[in-house]
């Protein structure tokens, strides 16, 4: 991969990651006083948090398809979800969870390397 495509993957990540974070709160403010605390637009931004750990749980079992992978890149996943299991039991937020598995698992990179 040349220089130039990959400034383009990280400034549409960046861009995509922004999205996925203001949108649901813009949205939500727009909504205030309109009655958005039911249905459907409710139900979407609760479940924005729960969808940004599949998605990294996505990314992250990615590279487990090779034999000699699973070996290298199972305990910093496990590692992961171990993080994100215990940062919800004892933070108790979705966002502290998350935080919680992400550090768990560069720190299982960190310690294989």
Partial sequence: MNTSTLLWVI?????GTFLIRYLPM???EKGKGKGWGQG???RALDAIGPSAIVALL???FSGLVSPQA???TGLPVIAGL???LL???L???IAWATLAGVAAYGLALWFLA
């Fill in 40 to 42: 459907r637009m409710r």
């Fill in 70 to 72: 699973l070996t290298q």
């Fill in 91 to 93: 933070l108790g937020s």
């Fill in 11 to 15: 400034a549409l990540s960046g861009a």
């Fill in 82 to 84: 171990l993080g994100v």
């Fill in 26 to 28: 813009a949205w939500q």
């Fill in 87 to 89: 940062g919800k039991k």
């Fill in 58 to 60: 996505v990314v992250s």
